[in-house]
């Protein structure tokens, strides 16, 4: 699982730097997201947040060791096996808000609930929402996967900024680095939720006192077990 997301790093000026990390979700629950389990996999040093398709530069190089992963690699030697192993690994989700969603999975909008389906939201009363029952029947219409990909191929082909705005006005997507992983790695764009740093925090990312207290609580339990 992978998340994205941005931070101030310093009070008395505006400095975006964006970090990209992982969870393996094979890890317990309660350790899973612990500081100590978290792979950081890219860091953005950008005074501000990296705008659209150009976080692909960011992706590329992360997407090339997920395609090894789910290939196969092999470990020299783990704690649980001297001799090595063999392991594949693929990317089942991606948990961030709304507008890293759109960046890094190229949906073209919030508007635009996933590649998947063909809801829209509708523009009722000055603003957009989902709301309404009427085309219900619209709702569960799937998109061809094969589309998509040729579609989001065919926006890198553009030659301008204005023939890319059109383009992903007409056709609904973008290009997106993700979509190089082979289509039975890739769950990703199935499996996109929304999550904030509140919630990382919650579970003691951020917070190393309160995961050194979460692991004395849980050797606790299971030295009186």
């Given at each position: 699982m992978i998340n994205l997301d941005w931070f101030q790093s310093y009070d008395s000026t505006f400095y975006s730097i964006g970090v990209i990390y992982a969870a393996i979700c094979n890890l317990p629950r309660d350790i899973r997201f612990k500081c100590e389990n978290l792979l950081v996999l890219g860091l953005l040093p950008e005074p501000n947040e990296v705008s659209l398709h150009k976080i692909n530069h960011y992706i590329a190089p992360i997407v090339n060791e997920l395609e090894l992963l789910w290939s196969e690699i092999t470990l020299n030697r783990t704690f649980e096996c001297q001799n090595g192993k063999n392991i594949r690994a693929a990317l089942v989700l991606i948990s961030c808000d709304i507008?890293?969603?759109?960046k890094i999975c190229g949906h073209i909008s919030a508007l635009v609930s996933c590649h998947r389906c063909m809801k829209r939201a509708n523009y009722e009363d000055h603003q957009h929402n989902f709301a309404g029952m009427e085309d219900m029947e619209n709702w569960f219409i799937t998109c061809d996967s094969t589309e998509h990909r040729r579609n989001a191929l065919a926006w890198r082909s553009c030659n301008s900024t204005n023939s890319r705005k059109?383009?992903?006005?007409?056709?609904?997507?973008?290009?997106?680095?993700?979509?190089?992983l082979p289509s039975n790695a890739l769950l990703i764009f199935r499996n996109c939720e929304v999550?904030?740093?509140?919630?990382?925090?919650?579970?003691?990312?951020?917070?190393?006192?309160?995961?050194?207290?979460?692991?004395?609580?849980?050797?606790?339990?299971?030295n009186t077990g």
């Amino acid at each position: 699982m992978i998340n994205l997301d941005w931070f101030q790093s310093y009070d008395s000026t505006f400095y975006s730097i964006g970090v990209i990390y992982a969870a393996i979700c094979n890890l317990p629950r309660d350790i899973r997201f612990k500081c100590e389990n978290l792979l950081v996999l890219g860091l953005l040093p950008e005074p501000n947040e990296v705008s659209l398709h150009k976080i692909n530069h960011y992706i590329a190089p992360i997407v090339n060791e997920l395609e090894l992963l789910w290939s196969e690699i092999t470990l020299n030697r783990t704690f649980e096996c001297q001799n090595g192993k063999n392991i594949r690994a693929a990317l089942v989700l991606i948990s961030c808000d709304i507008p890293t969603a759109q960046k890094i999975c190229g949906h073209i909008s919030a508007l635009v609930s996933c590649h998947r389906c063909m809801k829209r939201a509708n523009y009722e009363d000055h603003q957009h929402n989902f709301a309404g029952m009427e085309d219900m029947e619209n709702w569960f219409i799937t998109c061809d996967s094969t589309e998509h990909r040729r579609n989001a191929l065919a926006w890198r082909s553009c030659n301008s900024t204005n023939s890319r705005k059109n383009f992903v006005s007409e056709k609904g997507v973008r290009w997106s680095e993700l979509l190089r992983l082979p289509s039975n790695a890739l769950l990703i764009f199935r499996n996109c939720e929304v999550d904030n740093e509140e919630d990382l925090d919650q579970r003691g990312c951020f917070n190393p006192e309160r995961s050194k207290e979460d692991s004395r609580k849980n050797e606790s339990i299971q030295n009186t077990g």
